[in-house]
């Protein structure tokens, strides 16, 4: 299996701009996680997903924040519009089910002029 | 909800000297408890886990404790190699929270050839 894969693998927009960032969980995981990670806030978990739907997304910081799951193999992030307070590494990870580590992709670092 | 607090924040050992991470939780419940390493630029990688029905677990250098009564779990890494040298991050679930993890903020060892 190739992984969690995340892109792009890096983003540089300017403020204002919609972003959208994608993730293809591994096969088989139930699980997609969203995490934002910076230096001052560490890893934030922005929202997860069992099945395809949405569970928990009380980290989404706000509404220019947006998560789907349209099938078990695709996921995407969009900020909309994005500011630069945004910038950091986001990470997509899935697990295949409860209590069970997960597997990160590489990130998406996004940087916000 | 859950809150993990790890300690210390950064850790300098000497090559060959064993390394200590400690972490405490709130929430009782909880009966998952992962580590995961990122390297500089990469992704956290799960390194080790242990669930609420054992107390020690071990993996050649690394070994993780588990005290549920006091609610703190602890990473201990011997003989350490420059290799070691990353940030180490533990997190805690439960499993009725579908697998949702919370992580500590993270220590930064530096293991000194």
């Known amino acids: 299996d190739a992984g969690v894969i995340q892109s792009p693998r890096h983003e540089v927009t300017e403020m204002g701009q919609e972003v959208t960032l994608r993730c293809k969980p591994i096969?088989?995981?139930?699980?997609l996680f969203w995490y934002r990670q910076t230096m001052m806030r560490g890893l934030e978990l922005l929202i997860y997903?069992?099945?395809?739907?949405?569970?928990?997304d009380s980290g989404m910081p706000e509404d220019r924040f947006s998560a789907k799951m349209p099938n078990a193999s695709f996921s995407t992030l969009k900020i909309q519009p994005s500011e630069p307070r945004d910038s950091a590494v986001y990470f997509c990870?899935?697990?295949?089910?409860?209590?069970?580590?997960?597997?990160f992709g590489s990130g998406t670092r996004l940087t916000v002029v | 909800g859950e809150n993990v607090e790890q300690h210390p924040s950064t850790l300098s050992v000497q090559e060959g000297d064993s390394a200590v991470i400690k972490c405490t939780y709130s929430?009782?419940?909880?009966?998952?408890f992962p580590w995961y390493k990122q390297e500089l630029g990469k992704r956290p990688q799960l390194i080790i886990d242990?669930?609420?029905?054992?107390g020690e677990k071990k993996d050649q250098r690394i070994a993780v404790t588990l005290n549920k009564t006091a609610k703190h779990f602890s990473l201990h890494i011997t003989e350490t190699q420059p290799e070691d040298s990353a940030v180490y991050f533990c997190?805690?679930?439960?499993?009725?929270?579908?697998?949702?993890?919370?992580f500590g903020g993270g220590t930064r060892v530096l293991v000194k050839p």
């Open positions: 096969s088989g995981h139930d699980y």
């Open positions: 929430d009782s419940a909880s009966n998952y």
């Open positions: 997903f069992n099945n395809n739907v949405p569970i928990d």
């Open positions: 997190a805690a679930s439960m499993g009725t929270a579908g697998n949702k993890l919370t």
């Open positions: 242990i669930r609420s029905n054992v």
């Open positions: 990870a899935s697990s295949p089910g409860q209590s069970y580590g997960y597997t």
